[in-house]
Every structure is written in C-alpha cells, then in structure tokens.
C-alpha cells in the first residue's frame, strides 16, 4: 500500500483563510478599508502574486470588495440582511421595548461569556469603555453618556467571543446603537439620580474583571430589568400627559353652550 503525500496548503489559500477569520471573528468590520497591495503583502511578509489570488477568493466569496482604484474594502453587505428592513421599527414604542427585552436576554449571556473567556485585550477594551463612559458622566454630556454607553456594551459582545452572538448583534447594530442611545438619553433626563445607570453598568463591569460569571449574569440582567421598568413608567406618564393635553384642547374644538344655544 502506497502512503499519499500530504500536500502543503497553498499559500493563496492560507492568506485568505487568514483575512476570512479576521472577518469571522470581527476583527475587520464592514466597509473597512485594507492597506494597499504593496503594504499588506509586506505586514503579511507574502508575495504580491499570492496575496492578488487571496483577495480575488475573497472578492468572489462577497468578502471584500474594491474601488475604481483597486483598493480592498471588507464588504459593507456582510451582516447587512437583518439591518434596513428593521430600523423602520424604531419609529414605533413596542418596537423599543421588543429591543429591550432582546437585549435583556443576550446583555446578561455576554456579560457571563465575557466574564469567562474575556482576554487581556478585550479586558483593556471594556476597561477603556468604561473610563470613558465615567469622564462623559463627569462632563454631565448626555450624548457623550449615550455612545460610550453603546461602545461599552459592544465591547461586552466583542469579548464574550461568541461568533453567532458577535455578529448577530453587528447585524441590527444601528437598531442597537438607537434604542441606547434613546433609552440612556431618555433615562438620564428623567431619572433623580443621575448617576444610577453608571452604577449598573460599574457593577457589570467589575464582575467582567473579576472574572464572575454568574455576577456578570446577575448585574447585566438587572440592568437590564431597571432600564425596562423605567422606560415603561416614563413612556406610560407620557401617555396620561399625552391625554391631559387633549382633553384640554377640546375646549378648542367643541361650541360652548352659549354658542349651540344660539344656533
């Protein structure tokens, strides 16, 4: 019996194995731009002829894409399918409150994911998350607040290291950063203390460095809990305020009896 050679990878291959998994992993977003054939065929330490093949896999997969001047851009179509079609549910309440109680579930599973498998990096990314959503609560800026608000819980994804999870989040990401960016602004508006939220997310955060997934969990979900009861209480007083004003507005609308009389 003749043994079979084992035949090296080709290096093509390895190159766009390599660029794939980088995507895979969300290390290369949408619509980012790669450095030029020269640059990255000199970073990869491969040659132009080999990297050229990588990349023509990786276009023909929709994985890249290139402009008039032949420069690569991870495609901004992955991901995209669950995106357009849904923003149009923010313009609606129960839509919002749809969104919180996805997020309730994932927030809490990725807070213990991370708090297990989080690496030194994703650690410094969470804690550079949450520096800067503290000096935005020092400078009392709402919609500083909002965004470190959303890049912190997007850092919890990234290092919670669950490819499904990652980049099914990636995929409503702009429904994502909304209803944050709506819910935070809204609570910190209304809410007495203002700094309530910030303990919340301090609490999810040391139980992440601690490395405590069920106080991970626990934290995340109560957060969670908290934003929901108190965006439903401000949401229904906006609706009695809503039908106080309307019923003083009939006064505009309806005659006097002064008025029917004479008619």
Do not use: W
Not at 114 to 137: L, N, P
């Amino acid at each position: 019996m003749t043994t079979q050679s084992i035949k090296p990878a080709k290096l093509a291959d390895a190159i766009a194995e390599h660029v794939q998994q980088m995507i895979l992993e969300g290390s290369l977003q949408p619509g980012e731009r790669l450095l030029s054939e020269r640059e990255l065929s000199a970073k990869l330490d491969v040659s132009r002829p080999s990297l050229r093949e990588a990349l023509d896999k990786l276009i023909a997969l929709g994985l890249l894409t290139t402009n008039a001047q032949g420069v690569a851009h991870v495609s901004e179509n992955i991901g995209k399918s669950l995106r357009d079609p849904l923003v149009l549910l923010m313009d609606s309440p129960d839509a919002r409150f749809d969104c919180l109680e996805l997020r309730s579930v994932v927030e809490a599973a990725a807070a213990a994911f991370a708090a297990q498998r989080a690496s030194d990096v994703d650690r410094d990314a969470i804690r550079g998350c949450f520096e800067a959503m503290v000096a935005a609560h020092d400078e009392q800026d709402v919609d500083l607040i909002a965004k470190t608000d959303a890049e912190f819980h997007f850092a919890i994804y990234e290092a919670s290291h669950n490819l499904m999870m990652l980049h099914f989040m990636r995929s409503i990401e702009s429904i994502l950063r909304s209803n944050v960016y709506l819910n935070r602004k809204n609570l910190y508006e209304h809410r007495t203390q203002k700094d309530s939220q910030l303990h919340e997310h301090q609490a999810i955060y040391e139980a992440i460095m601690d490395r405590d997934p069920e106080r991970a969990r626990a934290a995340a979900a109560g957060h969670m809990n908290n934003t929901m009861k108190t965006q439903r209480a401000i949401y229904d007083a906006e609706l009695r305020l809503e039908a106080s004003i309307r019923r003083l507005a009939r006064n505009d609308l309806v005659a006097t009896r002064k008025a029917r009389a004479a008619l």
